[in-house]
């Protein structure tokens, strides 16, 4: 009877103040800066940072020498939501459990951003014409960003949007509320969908261009001033045309093309850059186009970058990169493209990385003032550099006088109404009110991170790990939206010692390894250096033993001191590597000795006794194997993805990889897989797929398949890990940071003491449960399987007031 009559208050409780249905939403993490969970939230958090001089040091040495991402790499290139539709930007959420922000909003202490705020690349800026408060961003693959306060803070307006990569954005200067994004980013080859518009200053959305209309990649937009129906763009496939608002289109140069330019005073005067060949020049709208060509090289020509000066449009300048990356030549032309003069005296300011990270502007009030931008000066030639003459001489003005300086590898500079300058780079958004005296961070609401990896702390759910493009990697520590700097550079994979976590191993690319302790670092690498490597190549820890790690190359490596000398051995030849390199390494918990491999040429071997390798790649269907996940009580049993867009994308073995069955079901076509995660504790088991534009999980083993809805983006899923000890699964994407949600309760709905059956004994533990208790009570102290969840009853993803009815029923039925 006491436990009936506790049941009765918390009904009573509920009854006549639960919210509707539709008005339940999850709890979202905190987003004031330090209003962190068991933290005071007037006081700064402690986090754990690495020395400075310690954090310089992969990309100081290395990434002069290695640079950017291969260009369509194949972690990437990301993808679109097949059979996208605009009305797919107002989705609900799905009822349940709902994915929240883990950060970084931003990155903080970063290094090459001089210690201050960064967040991931921005590759394109369009500030609004007249009002200099108003300005939208490209992001690489984090989508559209708006803000309405100068850069205090940006929301997303693309989320939903097919797919998050994006190579422009630009805004009708008729009417700027029109503003078109032009997808896939151009210099690195990540798939795009076409091109987009909203009317609305970002709200909605609308498709005006397929890939198959303008390209996959986007190089530039730009619309008519005197005709908002008039549109160009240029990219992958050449430059495109519309006359009629987007309603037809004509591709008026055929091959890839890098840049466009419009006569703001006379837009039928258009410019395109043909990569590889040469500048056009139309007079007719784009009706027809002439090669340029006097004073213009033939010779070691890739890509063009076009500048238009608006205070003068007789002026232009190009600047053309030749096949080392470099400068070929910046050349000035004061009659509109008849003739051309090279600027002798130019820096070779994209050197080495010009195919990448370059860019020019023009100073909307002077013809003499442009700016360029490259990569950065202490290890390369320049970062921002600025002339005041007309190319006759310049200035480095990435660093200022006051301490605050750019990220690496500038991308695009734009100019607001007020005069503000603006640069994006791979840390962000940086502007200006003094022309480049000194710089102003705009990155604190930012979250465009783009993660290769991510490792889950072993016992702390908010700590957590991200292996980022060119921002290092990254490290939560405490449950709050910022995260610091753990090293800089590039990061890829990364583990936490599991017995003492303050201990934590980081890669930079081609499988450079690190080992920090508090604020100590040491490089652990093997002797690898004439190996073949990936360039995000994997590093795995033993599930048994904390000092013992493997890494990839085109073999497998192995330390069993990795705490002290680290002291690495290969344990396989080349032949795991099958002419490629490896990408995935799974070490099967219950048996540390059985470990699969996975390789880019989409090969599978297997030991049992980590010495002896078998090929098991029969029957599976070839491309690059995104990853490889062993069940927690057996070793024969393991899923594996692949990087494809149709046909068998997941397949399953249940006998070591001696027969593969495919576990792709109904996945739709045209979804790559691009990370996997598999939750054991259900049978058949619930499959995560993280894929090129958001998540799929399946609950019947691969059977049938359901997306994410609008509570995670579109975005490129670099990595998704699954917590059994916290129920959570967590996704690092490639472009929005990370994100995690709650799994589903493994156990009989109701049964809150685990005894397999739904009683009066189940009463007291629910009533604890609807009073905001945690697993640590008495009931769960008896019972540790056990998971709150299970109160879920009427299986919404929610513990709330509606599971009462429900379980009344079940204690009635």
């Known amino acids: 009877m006491p436990r009936l009559v506790t049941l009765v208050v918390i009904i009573g409780t509920f009854v006549g103040c639960q919210p509707k249905p539709d008005a339940i939403q999850p709890m979202p993490i905190a987003s004031p800066a330090w209003a962190g969970i068991g933290a005071d939230a007037t006081a700064e958090p402690t986090y754990t940072r690495l020395p400075t001089e310690v954090r310089t040091s992969p990309r100081a040495t290395n990434k002069a020498k290695f640079g950017p991402p291969p260009p369509g790499y194949f972690r990437i290139v990301g993808g679109a939501v097949p059979g996208w539709q605009p009305e797919d930007m107002f989705k609900a959420a799905p009822r349940g459990a709902s994915w929240h922000l883990l950060g970084p909003r931003p990155i903080i202490d970063e290094y090459w951003s001089g210690t201050d705020d960064a967040s991931g690349r921005v590759v394109s800026i369009a500030p609004h014409p007249s009002d200099p408060n108003t300005v939208y961003i490209a992001s690489a693959s984090g989508g559209i960003w708006k803000t309405v306060d100068k850069g205090s803070t940006w929301v997303p307006l693309t989320d939903e949007l097919a797919t998050l990569n994006h190579g422009a954005v630009a805004l009708d200067p008729s009417n700027p509320d029109t503003v078109y994004a032009g997808t896939g980013e151009y210099t690195t080859g990540s798939n795009g969908d076409g091109l987009f518009r909203s009317t609305d200053g970002g709200q909605s959305w609308i498709q005006i261009a397929t890939e198959a209309q303008v390209g996959g990649r986007c190089s530039k937009v730009a619309i008519a001033p005197d005709d908002p129906l008039r549109i160009y763009v240029t990219g992958s496939s050449g430059c495109a045309r519309s006359t009629d608002g987007g309603n037809t289109w004509t591709m008026q140069i055929t091959g890839s093309c890098s840049d466009l330019a419009l006569n703001p005073l006379d837009p039928s005067v258009v410019?395109?850059?043909?990569?590889?060949?040469?500048?056009?020049?139309?007079?007719?709208?784009?009706?027809?186009?002439?090669?340029?060509?006097?004073?213009?090289?033939?010779?070691?020509?890739?890509?063009?970058?076009?500048?238009?000066?608006?205070?003068?449009?007789?002026?232009?300048?190009?600047?053309?990169?030749?096949?080392?990356?470099?400068?070929?030549?910046?050349?000035?032309?004061?009659?509109?493209?008849?003739?051309?003069?090279?600027?002798?005296?130019?820096?070779?300011?994209?050197?080495?990385?010009?195919?990448?990270?370059?860019?020019?502007?023009?100073?909307?009030?002077?013809?003499?003032?442009?700016?360029?931008?490259?990569?950065?000066?202490?290890?390369?030639?320049?970062?921002?550099?600025?002339?005041?003459?007309?190319?006759?001489?310049?200035?480095?003005?990435?660093?200022d006088n006051f301490g605050h300086q750019l990220h690496p590898d500038q991308h695009t500079i734009a100019f607001g109404p007020d005069g503000t300058l603006w640069v994006g780079n791979d840390g962000g958004v940086w502007k200006s009110i003094t022309d480049g005296q000194a710089w102003l961070?705009?990155?604190?609401?930012?979250?465009?991170?783009?993660?290769?990896?991510?490792?889950?702390?072993?016992?702390?759910?908010?700590?957590?790990?991200?292996?980022?493009?060119?921002?290092?990697?990254?490290?939560?520590?405490?449950?709050?939206?910022?995260?610091?700097?753990?090293?800089?550079?590039?990061?890829?994979?990364?583990?936490?010692?599991?017995?003492?976590?303050?201990?934590?191993?980081?890669?930079?690319?081609?499988?450079?390894?690190?080992?920090?302790?508090?604020?100590?670092?040491?490089?652990?690498?093997?002797?690898?250096?004439?190996?073949?490597?990936?360039?995000?190549?994997?590093?795995?820890?033993?599930?048994?033993?904390?000092?013992?790690?493997?890494?990839?190359?085109?073999?497998?490596?192995?330390?069993?001191?990795?705490?002290?000398?680290?002291?690495?051995?290969?344990?396989?030849?080349?032949?795991?590597?099958?002419?490629?390199?490896?990408?995935?390494?799974?070490?099967?918990?219950?048996?540390?000795?059985?470990?699969?491999?996975?390789?880019?040429?989409?090969?599978?071997?297997?030991?049992?006794?980590?010495?002896?390798?078998?090929?098991?790649?029969?029957?599976?269907?070839?491309?690059?194997?995104?990853?490889?996940?062993?069940?927690?009580?057996?070793?024969?049993?393991?899923?594996?993805?692949?990087?494809?867009?149709?046909?068998?994308?997941?397949?399953?073995?249940?006998?070591?990889?001696?027969?593969?069955?495919?576990?792709?079901?109904?996945?739709?076509?045209?979804?790559?897989?691009?990370?996997?995660?598999?939750?054991?504790?259900?049978?058949?088991?619930?499959?995560?797929?993280?894929?090129?534009?958001?998540?799929?999980?399946?609950?019947?083993?691969?059977?049938?398949?359901?997306?994410?809805?609008?509570?995670?983006?579109?975005?490129?899923?670099?990595?998704?890990?699954?917590?059994?000890?916290?129920?959570?699964?967590?996704?690092?994407?490639?472009?929005?940071?990370?994100?995690?949600?709650?799994?589903?309760?493994?156990?009989?709905?109701?049964?809150?003491?685990c005894d397999g059956a739904v009683d009066g004994f189940d009463i007291d533990p629910f009533v604890l449960v609807m009073g905001g208790q945690e697993p640590h009570d008495e009931y769960y102290g008896q019972y540790p399987n056990c998971d709150h969840m299970l109160a879920d009853v009427n299986g919404d993803g929610l513990v709330n007031g509606f599971d009462i009815d429900a379980f009344v029923g079940l204690l009635g039925g």
């Not at 063009?304 to 000035?332: E, Q």
């Not at 390798?613 to 029957?619: C, K, L, P, V």
Request: charge should be negative; aromatic fraction near 10%.
């Open 271 to 399: 410019y395109v850059a043909q990569n590889g060949i040469a500048v056009y020049r139309s007079l007719d709208g784009g009706d027809s186009f002439i090669k340029l060509t006097n004073g213009l090289p033939t010779d070691d020509v890739r890509r063009i970058l076009l500048a238009i000066a608006p205070s003068n449009p007789d002026v232009v300048y190009t600047a053309i990169i030749n096949s080392s990356a470099g400068l070929r030549g910046l050349y000035r032309s004061a009659d509109g493209g008849d003739s051309w003069v090279e600027q002798v005296n130019t820096p070779d300011f994209p050197y080495p990385q010009g195919w990448y990270d370059a860019c020019i502007a023009v100073d909307p009030t002077d013809e003499d003032v442009v700016y360029a931008g490259g990569v950065f000066p202490s290890y390369a030639v320049a970062g921002v550099i600025k002339t005041m003459d007309g190319g006759a001489s310049w200035t480095d003005i990435t660093i």
């Open 441 to 753: 961070n705009t990155n604190a609401t930012l979250t465009v991170t783009q993660n290769y990896q991510i490792a889950l702390h072993p016992s702390d759910p908010a700590q957590l790990l991200g292996g980022t493009q060119d921002n290092g990697t990254v490290g939560r520590e405490l449950d709050v939206l910022e995260w610091p700097q753990v090293i800089g550079g590039d990061g890829g994979f990364a583990a936490y010692d599991h017995e003492y976590p303050i201990r934590r191993y980081t890669t930079y690319v081609y499988l450079t390894v690190f080992r920090a302790v508090g604020g100590s670092v040491t490089d652990i690498s093997g002797p690898w250096d004439n190996d073949s490597r990936g360039w995000i190549a994997p590093l795995v820890m033993a599930p048994d033993d904390p000092y013992t790690l493997y890494g990839g190359t085109n073999r497998v490596w192995r330390t069993n001191n990795a705490h002290e000398n680290a002291d690495w051995t290969p344990i396989s030849g080349t032949e795991v590597g099958a002419g490629g390199t490896l990408t995935a390494i799974a070490v099967a918990p219950s048996a540390p000795q059985t470990i699969y491999t996975g390789s880019t040429t989409g090969k599978v071997f297997v030991t049992a006794d980590a010495a002896k390798w078998f090929e098991r790649s029969a029957g599976l269907p070839g491309g690059q194997i995104t990853d490889i996940c062993v069940a927690l009580t057996d070793p024969g049993r393991a899923y594996v993805a692949f990087n494809r867009t149709t046909g068998t994308r997941i397949a399953r073995t249940d006998d070591y990889g001696v027969s593969w069955s495919a576990a792709t079901g109904d996945l739709p076509y045209g979804v790559a897989t691009k990370a996997l995660d598999v939750d054991w504790r259900f049978d058949p088991p619930h499959l995560y797929c993280g894929c090129g534009a958001g998540v799929y999980e399946s609950h019947d083993g691969g059977v049938t398949w359901t997306k994410d809805g609008s509570d995670l983006p579109n975005v490129n899923i670099g990595d998704i890990r699954i917590d059994f000890a916290q129920a959570t699964v967590t996704a690092g994407t490639y472009g929005r940071g990370a994100w995690r949600k709650d799994l589903p309760p493994a156990g009989v709905p109701g049964d809150l003491n």
